[in-house]
């Protein structure tokens, strides 16, 4: 399959537009009519700069309004084709591709639209051009794959193809059984793009809403393994309308690109396939857990946060050789507090403030990894051998700061090699790191879902609304299978909301809590009141609704409201929150206790974000 994408997924002019998808990694363009017409260059300039950037262009669209058309209609198009043939030849491409008619002037009827098909493309072939039929899902008469792939087949011309999108596929829920009814060499082009699940128009969803592969939530997979079993070969193209997409930055957005397409194709081959090409995904362990969490701070952070994470059961285990930096621990929870000048810590903490600067994620595979990373274009970050000797490799991440890939088979080396422990014994209310909640502006959430999803191979659910008192905040889960390892994140274009106060607090995307486990929540609760750690305050209403709600008994009851506990159950089992205080108005500790229960507790998210809403105004 020939990579490709299609120019209008990135925004600036057609030149960035070149630019960044030639700098992405891709030999193949599809030439979107709008950045042709709005171009200020002649075509031969533009032929060059395509030449010059290594870059094919696989197709020409979209060619609209044609088939079915009554005169002087008919002639029209006809006449409009001769036009785009022309330009296609200056340009250098053989292939135009041609939607489903939308005017409400169309006439119906399969054979009319494949007699109209047949003339046009018997034109085209005469200057060796040829033709892709697309059935727009909301075209006026031809809105289904299957009735596009009988016109091409009625028409029977070796120059007429069937273009086939995933997004027109999927938006009428149309089945996907037919696809392996055609032959492969009569589909000349496929666009892929994924989708959020929303219940909308198809136009509006289409225009706005549409992502690259990996980052939304339609069935791919299931596409790809049919489009396989066709034995198709041709352009495999992006063709993403996206309007954060449009909205910023194209080189970045061509290189999330590229490696959706190569997590597309080589994630959904079969695996014995996969183990004879050496340029293919290799399959990779999932991440185990969160090995440490890393804070950047200055001086007077350093003396607060210690002094909260006292407060919180911690203590300080050991201290690095010869760096400010200092590992607090609890349970299988590690914090390394970093204040060490020079650092990486110190250079985000320049740019960010108080914050996590970076994870340690326990992996299996770490070679493996490293492979993979390189693969989907994800740059490996080695440490600087002047001044870091953990010599642990990292990815950076979503907000910025570093994912540590720590071998999960060996996890302690760097810690006994770097640190010098100290004599001191750390409580044991806490035991694991259960969940990690960023807060990420809203474009940064599409990239960081690819991300974990095609390095990580972690999955995404469905994302959810949540309301804040000020506006609502999109969440979504992205976790390993057995839910060992869980970032949510939370974005908002709602400034004033918690997750969007947070977020400029930042400047720009931050850790919004860690949620931590604790396998007796209300012991520590009362380890939190004697150490006076202030929790954050829950309603009583919350509690006099919760009571008929779950059918807990007045003990119960009487004790989540005593400690400010919240509470959930899902089908699995039930589910204990304890939060503290914001802590610099930027994030806190969860503390969670679980008894089978899988989710995060989404239902008390309104209740969390209005309790903390009222913590940043009084403070
Ligand atoms: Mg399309
Ligand atoms: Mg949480």
Redesign the pocket.
């Known amino acids: 399959m020939q990579y490709s994408i299609a120019t209008v997924c990135l925004s600036g002019t057609l030149r960035q537009k070149i630019e960044a998808i030639a700098k992405a990694g891709f030999q193949g363009i599809e030439i979107f009519e709008n950045d042709l017409i709005t171009h200020d260059g002649s075509l031969s300039e533009l032929r060059k700069l395509l030449a010059d950037h290594g870059l094919k262009v696989l197709v020409y669209q979209p060619f609209r309004d044609f088939e079915g058309m009554p005169e002087p209609l008919r002639s029209r198009g006809f006449a409009r084709a001769e036009q785009k043939f022309e330009l296609m030849q200056e340009i250098g491409t053989d292939l135009l591709m041609i939607c489903s008619n939308v005017s409400p002037k169309a006439i119906g009827g399969i054979q009319r639209a494949a007699e109209d098909l047949f003339e046009l493309t018997e034109l085209a072939a005469k200057q060796g051009l040829r033709v892709a039929y697309e059935a727009l899902s909301w075209g006026q008469h031809v809105n289904d794959y299957r009735d596009s792939w009988e016109i091409v087949r009625r028409a029977n011309h070796p120059s007429l193809g069937l273009t086939l999108d995933t997004f027109h596929i999927f938006s009428r829920q149309t089945e996907l059984d037919s696809i392996v009814n055609i032959p492969g060499d009569r589909i000349f082009l496929v666009q892929v793009a994924d989708a959020p699940q929303l219940t909308m128009d198809p136009l509006s969803w289409s225009r706005h809403h549409r992502c690259f592969p990996g980052q939304g939530e339609l069935d791919l997979q299931a596409f790809m393994e049919r489009l396989r079993a066709t034995g198709f070969d041709g352009p495999f193209s992006l063709e993403i309308f996206n309007d954060q997409f449009r909205a910023s930055d194209p080189f970045r957005h061509a290189r999330d690109a590229y490696r959706s397409l190569v997590y597309m194709a080589q994630e959904t081959e079969p695996s014995s396939k996969v183990m004879t090409k050496s340029r293919d995904l290799p399959k990779v362990a999932q991440p185990t857990g969160m090995d440490f969490i890393e804070f950047a701070v200055d001086e007077s952070e350093h003396q607060q946060l210690t002094g909260f994470l006292q407060k919180t059961g911690f203590a300080h285990v050991a201290t690095h050789k010869v760096k400010q930096v200092e590992l607090w621990q609890q349970g299988g929870i590690r914090l390394v507090i970093n204040r060490e000048s020079q650092s990486f810590a110190q250079r985000y903490h320049t740019e960010h403030g108080l914050s996590v600067c970076a994870y340690g994620l326990s992996c299996p595979d770490v070679p493996g990894l490293l492979e993979r990373a390189t693969k989907l274009g994800y740059q490996i970050e080695y440490a600087d051998p002047e001044h870091d000797t953990h010599g642990i490799a990292a990815i950076t991440g979503p907000t910025g700061a570093l994912l540590y890939l720590v071998d999960a088979n060996d996890p302690s080396p760097h810690w006994e090699r770097e640190f010098i422990y100290h004599a001191v014994d750390p409580n044991s209310y806490l035991s694991r790191v259960d ?1 990690v ?1 960023t807060t990420l502006p809203l474009d940064q959430v599409l990239e960081a879902t690819l991300l974990y999803r095609s390095l990580f191979q972690m999955q995404a659910s469905p994302s959810v609304s949540l309301p804040d008192p000020l506006g609502l905040v999109k969440s979504q889960v992205m976790e390993v299978t057995d839910r060992s390892l869980a970032m ?1 994140l939370n974005s908002t274009l709602a400034e004033k909301t918690v997750v969007g106060q947070i977020q400029s607090r930042y400047r720009g995307s931050g850790v919004n ?1 860690i ?1 931590l486990e604790t396998s007796d929540i209300f012991a520590l609760a009362k380890y939190l009141e004697q150490q006076g750690t202030e929790v954050m305050e829950v309603t009583g209403h919350y509690y006099d609704d919760l009571a008929p709600r779950f059918g807990l008994s007045a003990e119960l009851i009487a004790q989540l409201r005593t400690h400010h506990i919240l509470y959930d159950e899902d089908e699995h089992g039930c589910f204990y929150q304890l939060y503290t205080r914001l802590f610099e108005k930027r994030f806190c500790f ?1 503390f969670v206790q679980r008894a089978g229960y899988r989710g ?2 989404a239902p008390n998210a309104q209740i969390r974000l209005t309790m903390q809403a009222r913590e940043l105004e009084q403070m």
């Open positions: 969940h909640a949510t809590h949620a969860e995060y507790g």
